[in-house]
């Protein structure tokens, strides 16, 4: 699950290195893209963050009106990830990015990969660096 704000610059790296971590994954998992929105007129028109939301294969997108999926699930900053595994366990949780706008390669895209690809990589927390949702 990716929480992103549909305006924030940052998250565009956040993309960025999802996408690079699913292309290393021989099976993908579900994935849902969760799009915020306060209801203003600007949330319902097209931006980068949509697009790239929209271009993710087989993801499944939300727009979460008035943040009730971002209080339910603990997500306050854009770019903020979480994986369940198949048990419905989490296994990560936090941002893909090193720092705001990071698009070099981190220890934290490649523990998100870890906690897919080994059921028994500990949980994973990392810190997300975005705007908040």
């Given amino acids: 699950m990716f929480f992103a704000h549909p305006h924030c610059p940052c998250t565009r790296a956040g993309f960025g290195k999802l996408d690079e971590a699913l292309a290393a994954l ?3 998992p579900t994935v849902y893209v969760v799009l915020s929105s306060d209801g203003s007129p600007t949330d319902d028109q097209p931006s980068e963050n949509r697009r790239r939301a929209e271009a993710i294969e087989g993801a499944q997108r939300r727009i979460d009106h008035q943040g ?45 990969v870890q906690a897919i690809q080994n059921p028994k990589f500990p949980l994973v927390s990392t810190p997300v660096f975005g705007c908040g949702l």
């Fill in 26 to 28: 021989p099976v993908k």
């Fill in 68 to 112: 009730i999926e971002a209080i339910r699930f603990g997500a306050a900053t854009s770019g903020f990830v979480l994986f369940y595994d198949a048990t419905g366990r989490l296994r990560f949780a936090g941002g893909l990015t090193a720092e705001r706008g990071g698009e070099q390669s981190s220890e934290f895209e490649s523990s998100f």
